[in-house]
């Protein structure tokens, strides 16, 4: 009996690498590898490296036939003539670069020339932004940079070099669509907006295809050219019109397909392309399940006590708003702001309370999210939770209300490595287009108290409104 072949996707997030081997047919996960990455806003990409190592030792890779890797988006990896690290990569959650964003936004003459030139408005998160933090702050550093690449960039040419078989540094559309000078109208790069982050020219990878082969190791495995993990995610998902993603992990996301691109001169919906051939509109915040961590640790109980508390209160926690600024925000670009608790009165100062308005303003943040990808042309049918804090009792039950619409959980996966393996597959294979993969759905909730989560909803903006005026 002849094996069906195996592919293999990887995803080196902010937190882990994590490689999963499936099926190149149906994308079952025959087996996964995990190892650990430094917890930094900016990190040496030979620790990246290390990760990759540990979450394949022992044979995880055996009869692989095709590898794709799945990145964090927007992390700047400076290369000098070598090909040598320059400097650490300052990852997308690092703010040191708010000003510099701020600066870039004023001297191409507005958000609005953002969206324009390349659907994304610089702020602290995105690489542009990055790399004027460090023309400014470590002259020496930009002047030794010959080439920037992105994480998944580097990883994917880090494991073909030590294969043997590196030819060229290459990216895709999705995840260089992240950086401030590639359009993701256009697919193409913007080199006058990269010198006007950088103050001179450097090197970029390659935009290759979404199904390109860009190597092979010297053991003939496909290498294919990876993605964004956002893009990573919304291809192991098969996401069809209608489906909006909420991704509850270290960020918190909220994205669609889209068969245009979108400008938004708020800079709230970037406008990225996805890992096939259309557009991926999304909203990305800062504070997501480490939200549900901090307010479990505050409470002194665990998650799942968390989510006994949060469900034995009413909807609205009794007036109850959380701002969940805990580590600044992206979305709305408040790289400063604090967290903030609102309506504390005597009689709603209550464990369950606090907990409840704990899962409440980590879901409202995304609420607005999901609102914007539907004005931006996406139709909202049903919300995909995804992440880590998909897990919550709490948040199954209160999303759809908050959301005001039903909600699907698939069943838990690393989507993003799924995704990337899914890419391997199609470039193994070379068809017109990915493969199609089944994916399960484990629960599904409709709106219970849609009028309650309006009511929470009004509270959140006031509370928005009121604290950080002008907040977009």
Not at 94 to 117: C, I, P
Not at 249 to 275: C, E, K, L, N
Not at 360 to 374: P, T, Y
Request: charged share 20%.
């Amino acid at each position: 009996m002849t094996q069906r072949p195996l592919v293999a996707g990887v995803d080196t997030s902010t937190q882990s690498c994590k490689v999963a081997v499936c099926d190149a047919e149906t994308g079952e996960v025959v087996r996964i590898g995990r190892g650990t990455h430094p917890d930094a806003t900016e990190v040496d990409p030979a620790r990246w490296w290390q990760a990759w190592e540990e979450a394949t030792s022992g044979g995880l890779l055996d009869g692989v036939s095709a590898l794709a890797v799945g990145g964090q988006q927007h992390g700047m990896v400076l290369l000098d003539d070598a090909d040598e690290v320059v400097r650490p990569a300052l990852l997308w959650n690092d703010t040191r670069s708010a000003g510099t964003a701020r600066d870039l936004v004023d001297e191409l003459g507005g958000a609005a020339a953002w969206a324009e030139a390349v659907g994304v408005v610089p702020l602290a998160a995105i690489t542009a932004a990055k790399l004027r933090w460090v023309r400014d702050h470590e002259p020496d550093a930009m002047a030794r940079a010959a080439r920037v690449v992105l994480p998944h960039d580097w990883l994917t040419g880090r494991i073909l070099s030590a294969a043997g078989g590196f030819e060229e540094w290459t990216t895709d559309a999705g995840d260089a669509s992240g950086t401030g000078y590639f359009s993701a109208a256009t697919r193409e790069y913007r080199p006058d907006l990269l010198r006007l982050a950088a103050g001179r020219d450097l090197a970029v990878p390659r935009v290759a295809g979404p199904a390109e082969v860009v190597g092979r190791t010297r053991d003939g495995m496909v290498v294919a050219p990876g993605t964004g993990d956002n893009m990573g995610a919304a291809l192991g998902l098969g996401l069809r019109r209608g489906d909006v993603v909420v991704s509850l992990g270290t960020s918190g996301t909220a994205f669609a397909r889209h068969d245009r691109p979108t400008a938004d001169a708020r800079g709230f919906v970037q406008s990225f392309a996805d890992a096939e051939d259309a557009f991926l509109p999304l909203v990305c915040t800062l504070n997501a399940a480490r939200v549900l961590t901090s307010g479990a640790s505050m409470l002194g109980v665990d998650l799942a006590g968390l989510d006994a508390l949060a469900l034995a209160a009413e909807p609205g926690a009794g007036g109850l708003t959380l701002l969940p600024f805990l580590d600044g925000e992206r979305t709305p670009n408040l790289p400063e702001a604090t967290g903030s608790l609102h309506g504390l009165t005597r009689t709603n100062a209550t464990p369950e309370n606090l907990a409840r308005a704990v899962v409440e303003g980590m879901l409202l943040g995304l609420a607005d999210a999901v609102d914007a990808v539907r004005d931006a042309g996406c139709p909202v049918e049903r919300v995909l939770l995804i992440g880590g804090a998909a897990k919550s009792a709490a948040v199954q039950r209160i999303a759809p209300d908050l959301f005001g619409a039903p909600v699907a959980v698939p069943a838990p996966g690393e989507y993003v490595a799924v995704g990337a393996a899914r890419q391997a597959a199609w470039a193994l294979t070379g068809g017109a287009e990915a493969p199609a993969w089944d994916v399960p759905v484990e629960a599904t909730a409709d709106p219970v108290a849609p009028e309650r989560g309006a009511e929470a909803r009004g509270r959140y903006a006031d509370a928005l409104s009121t604290t950080h005026p002008g907040a977009v």
